[in-house]
């Protein structure tokens, strides 16, 4: 168990540009959370996945952001058409159960910067 | 609006000491807390969680507290090591949820 890895560690964009996050959870975890958290404050939902099916977005995956899970494994995140708004640690997490006794296990994060 | 609160951004304790990390929520339907520690360049690691049916929750050297008529919890660290030196987050969800929502932390310093 090499615990929850995510890819790239940082990225600096320009505003306008695409960029993709990687992230591999645990692999006997079948559910995979994406947060953001931005200077100062907590992490916040974004999207939830229980193996490749999305099945909860939060008001802040705006239509610019586009998440997956092929095959219930990796996950992707993708933000079109960056904005400096957009700069924050995007975070994925993953789960065995909706309570599992050890809680969700976060990976060290993607930090984003677009100039 | 924020959910989950943590009022106090720092805290600095002397070692061996007792530190003491507060939080409060306005959702009445939370029923799971969680408490989170993070180092720097780190993602949140578990510590700690209580349900709603509890009101304290002992670990080693953690006991979280768990006052559901004021929405208050707490976190207790005795005593207090300068490796527990982080920023700590209190979480809560509701029942069914999957999602968490996380309070803005609390930087805890300790000082050997």
């Known amino acids: 168990d090499t615990g929850v890895s995510q890819d790239p560690r940082h990225k600096i964009t320009k505003r306008g540009q695409n960029v993709t996050f990687r992230c591999d959870p645990i692999s006997e975890h079948n559910r995979l959370y994406w947060y953001r958290q931005t200077l100062g404050q907590g992490p916040e939902f974004l999207t939830y996945?229980?193996?490749?099916?999305?099945?909860?977005k939060s008001r802040l995956l705006s239509d610019r952001f586009s998440a997956e899970r092929p095959k219930g494994s990796f996950s992707t995140l993708e933000i079109q058409r960056t904005e400096q708004g957009d700069s924050a640690m995007y975070l994925c997490?993953?789960?065995?159960?909706?309570?599992?006794?050890?809680?969700?296990?976060f990976g060290p994060g993607t930090r984003l910067t677009v100039t | 609006d924020q959910q989950v609160k943590q009022n106090s951004p720092s805290l600095s304790v002397q070692e061996g000491r007792i530190s003491i990390l507060n939080c409060d929520y306005t959702?009445?339907?939370?029923?799971?807390f969680l408490w989170y520690k993070k180092y720097p360049a780190e993602g949140p690691t578990f510590l700690i969680s209580?349900?709603?049916?509890?009101d304290k929750n002992e670990d080693g050297r953690f006991t979280v507290f768990l006052n559901k008529s004021a929405k208050h919890l707490s976190l207790h660290i005795v005593p207090s090591q300068p490796g527990d030196s982080a920023v700590y987050f209190c979480a809560a969800s509701e029942t069914g949820a999957n999602n968490l929502f996380f309070g803005t932390g609390t930087r805890l310093t300790v000082i050997p």
């Open positions: 959702n009445s339907m939370f029923d799971y």
């Open positions: 209580i349900s709603s049916i509890k």
């Open positions: 996945f229980q193996n490749e099916a999305q099945l909860e």
């Open positions: 997490a993953s789960s065995l159960g909706l309570r599992s006794p050890n809680g969700q296990y």
